[in-house]
């Protein structure tokens, strides 16, 4: 089995290389990213430097692949600020990837990773795999127009798509990115590692979350669906966790101490606290559960699971 995964050099990327690498019917693993990727002794690990915007990459890409996942992206606060180069690498670059998996002929199980920014007010009480997609940034625009692009390509039979909409993902290790929710992450890791960290929102506001392991275990499995499982919903709302922002700093504090906690300062930013104020975090998912995807037990698993994989990381002696 041949894999490719754009934005393979991403955060999510590089964990599911991961989880397909354990996997020992998995012959090659694609790692496409217009960025550096880190890399790997194992053989079946291939680098490919590619810009989906061009559609020779795309090619490229798609070329051979019996699953593609498709996680290259600009994510939210930079798509919002560039709208250009969101719609370039959100848009065009899913429809050159989808047109290069078409060309191929082979009809790959094709994995979109998209969002529930694809979701603004008015909002109802708690959002299910049918409820009407309203985005309020051009990152979620793009996002929803990328899962119609999979829907209609998969109906005409060029491509299996399944479109996985995943919730915030935390804790996110390393440094800040260019997405609205990056505090979500920079709340937690900072404070763990002694650092002050600025929270942009209040702080009832409710968030949807996922850890990593959950998020790249369910985009795992949204590959491994038996053909059919989807119907003609190919669209997922994956598991998350309902936390506001006051019960993520006392899980903080419960497991870091009230120092930890005390890292964090508040100054409310307008245009971060607009897009995720805009984003559900009450989803109904019955019918991801039944198809199989995980959920996490709670928030503190995921400040856990964030502390045990970074000691797992962090070199000897
Ligand atoms: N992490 C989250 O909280 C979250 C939540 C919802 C949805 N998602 C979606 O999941 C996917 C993966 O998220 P992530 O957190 O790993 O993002 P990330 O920013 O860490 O990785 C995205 C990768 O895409 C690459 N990329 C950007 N433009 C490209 C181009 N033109 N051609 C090829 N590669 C390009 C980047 O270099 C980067 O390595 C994204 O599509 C994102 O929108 C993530």
Redesign the pocket.
């Known amino acids: 089995m041949r894999i490719a995964i754009?934005?393979?050099?991403?955060?999510?990327?590089?964990?599911l290389a991961g989880q397909f690498l354990a996997n020992g019917h998995v012959e090659r693993v694609l790692l496409?990213?217009?960025?550096d990727?880190a890399p790997s002794a194992d053989p079946r690990v291939v680098f490919l430097r590619?810009?989906?915007?061009?559609p020779a990459?795309a090619a490229a890409v798609a070329e051979g692949a019996d699953f593609i996942f498709?996680?290259?992206?600009?994510?939210?606060g930079q798509a919002e600020a560039d709208f250009d180069?969101g719609m370039?690498?959100?848009i065009d670059?899913t429809r050159n990837l989808l047109e290069a998996a078409r060309a191929g002929g082979r009809r790959p199980r094709f994995v979109?990773?998209?969002?529930?920014?694809v979701f603004g007010p008015p909002l109802p009480n708690v959002i299910t795999d049918d409820t009407a997609v309203r985005p309020q940034s051009s990152?979620g625009a793009q996002?929803a127009i990328g899962e119609l692009l999979v829907a209609d390509y998969s109906r005409k039979g060029f491509v299996d798509g399944r479109v996985a909409?995943?919730?915030?993902?935390?804790v996110?290790p390393g440094r800040p990115?260019?997405?609205a929710?990056s505090f979500?992450?920079g709340i937690i890791r900072e404070p763990l590692s002694g650092q002050e960290s600025v929270c942009p929102v209040g702080t009832a506001l409710e968030l949807w979350l996922?850890s990593?392991r959950a998020?790249v275990a369910n985009?795992a499995h949204a590959a491994w669906l038996v053909p059919g499982s989807l119907g003609e919903r190919r669209t997922v709302n994956l598991p998350g966790i309902t936390v506001t922002v006051a019960e993520m700093i006392s899980a903080l504090e419960r497991l870091a101490g009230p120092e930890a906690a005390g890292r964090i300062r508040f100054r409310e930013d307008p245009a971060i606290s607009r897009i995720v104020s805009s984003w559900p975090a009450r989803f109904d998912v019955g019918r991801a559960v039944g198809l199989g995807f995980v959920r996490d037990p709670g928030f503190e698993s995921l400040v856990r699971d964030f502390v045990a994989d970074q000691a797992a990381a962090r070199p000897l002696g």
């Open positions: 754009t934005g393979g050099g991403g955060f999510l990327g590089g964990r496409a990213d217009v960025a990727v590619a810009d989906l915007t061009d990459a498709h996680l290259a992206a600009v994510v939210s180069i370039r690498v959100n670059g979109f990773a998209s969002s529930l920014a990152y996002k909409r995943l919730p915030t993902v935390c996110r990115n260019a997405a929710s979500v992450s996922s990593p998020a985009l």
